[in-house]
């Protein structure tokens, strides 16, 4: 079978490999989908600290049951499938405690394990015993499957800022992931999603998909100013930063109300981490800040039962489908941002 394996910076490949086979405790499973994101990008050209070469990538993943290692029960072959990405050990405090995202023994699908840019994957007993393989609504197909990974962590991210019934949400980033978090503020109940983008196309692309209340292309206009005009001058209940900018991180701190609730969701580069924050802005505006890292399984479920029941349709983000052949014109439509989201189906 042809895979997509990292081997160092700069050095990725397509080539051909021999069937994985599904081991005690483990399902093998024919991938039907596996989506891309920026992460994807940032491997393909720099690498990651946690993955040791080679290393077939891609984590959010969705496909069939066809092998069933021995001690695995509850699963057979044809039954569809989407794989958790984040795989918390299950046994810490922190799991216990029920905050799985925080597990400090976690591993990941396309960095600890071979992923989803193949024909066959193995899931690790890792992702069974956390209850991290999932199954596929009846109605949802794969492609919108795969893209159950990166909803759960929006999901994560709204609960930790409780985006509720009534609230003016700012959503800074119109990628695939702050497209997510448009429609799911919706679902939540936000009676006004605005979105900001500096890049006019972006914002065009992802506005005519999402319909959020008002498009503020930050390129053209000052984004706060043009927030407190949409607000009268009050400012949103939620900043949700889902760029990877420390700029939306300082400006979001000038968008939102009094009380307010601001979510660093977009991580910073590792060669520029931190922000100029006038603390006396958060003291006086007694405003919340929260981090957001990635997903449990239960968010995953989550995401699943949002897409089934129409809540969060993701169907029409997915702007280009590709074959593994194509997988590395895919890293550039993600690189480039021409379309939303790109999903390789081997």
Not at 45 to 64: F, K, L, N, Y
Not at 125 to 132: E, N, R, T
Request: charged share 20%.
């Amino acid at each position: 079978m042809k895979v997509f394996r990292f081997y160092a910076p700069g050095d990725v490949r397509l080539e051909e490999a021999d069937e994985p086979h599904a081991g005690p405790g483990e399902v093998r499973i024919r991938v039907r989908a596996c989506s891309m994101c920026g992460t994807d990008v940032k491997i393909s050209t720099s690498g990651h600290q946690r993955i040791v070469p080679p290393r077939v990538m891609g984590h959010e993943i969705a496909g069939e049951v066809d092998e069933v290692g021995d001690g695995v029960d509850g699963w057979a072959a044809g039954d569809r499938v989407q794989v958790i990405a984040a795989i918390p050990c299950g046994r810490c405090d922190w799991c216990r405690a029920g905050v799985m995202t925080i597990c400090p023994n976690q591993v990941s699908m396309g960095y600890d394990f071979d992923g989803g840019f193949a024909a066959h994957m193995v899931v690790p007993a890792a992702v069974l015993a956390v209850d991290g393989l999932n199954r596929v609504p009846e109605g949802v197909g794969f492609a919108e499957a795969s893209v159950a990974e990166p909803f759960a962590c929006a999901i994560n991210a709204q609960e930790l800022a409780d985006v509720h019934d009534g609230d003016v949400v700012v959503v800074v980033g119109s990628g695939p992931i702050g497209c997510l978090h448009v429609r799911l503020a919706r679902a939540r109940g936000a009676s006004a999603v605005y979105l900001v983008e500096l890049s006019r196309e972006r914002l065009d692309l992802a506005a005519e998909l999402v319909k959020p209340d008002a498009a503020v292309c930050a390129s053209e206009v000052d984004a706060v100013d043009a927030v407190l005009e949409l607000t009268g001058g009050r400012g949103a209940d939620v900043v949700i930063t889902a760029a990877a900018s420390g700029a939306a991180q300082e400006q979001a701190l000038r968008m939102v109300a009094p009380r307010g609730r601001i979510s660093f969701f977009g991580g910073l580069p590792k060669d520029r981490p931190t922000i100029t924050l006038d603390s006396n802005v958060v003291h006086y505006k007694e405003l919340t800040i929260v981090g957001a890292n990635g997903s449990s399984p239960d968010h995953n479920k989550q995401a699943l039962g949002l897409i089934a029941d129409g809540s969060v349709p993701v169907h029409d983000l997915i702007t280009h489908r590709l074959p593994l052949e194509r997988v590395v014109e895919g890293i550039d439509v993600v690189r480039s941002g021409a379309g939303i989201k790109v999903t390789i189906e081997p």
